[in-house]
């Protein structure tokens, strides 16, 4: 999956003072809220890793009993938890 960072950068940098900043493509952050979701989540881990722009891909878990985060882990994304039923 392609994505055009030009236009991320023209989208999410407009007004932004990024002289201190080191790279010149933005960071997307995707935020997936999960509850028991092992069964679905190293699909959708994989297609994210397929776009070719900078991600930062965060599992919010909300109290799974499986190994949701354990496999969020393994796929890179970085895991928060959070109270069941937020």
Not at 37 to 50: K, N, R, S, T
């Amino acid at each position: 999956m392609e994505c055009d960072c030009n236009s991320l950068n023209d989208a999410f940098m407009i007004g932004h003072d990024n002289s201190t900043d080191s790279s010149s493509s933005p960071i997307v952050s995707v935020i997936i809220p999960t509850l028991n979701e092992a069964e679905l989540l190293p699909g959708l881990l994989a297609d994210l890793a397929l776009v070719d722009c900078p991600l930062e891909i965060i599992v919010s878990d909300g109290g799974s009993l499986d190994e949701t985060a354990a496999l969020a882990r393994t796929g890179g994304a970085r895991v928060v938890h959070a109270r069941q039923g937020r």
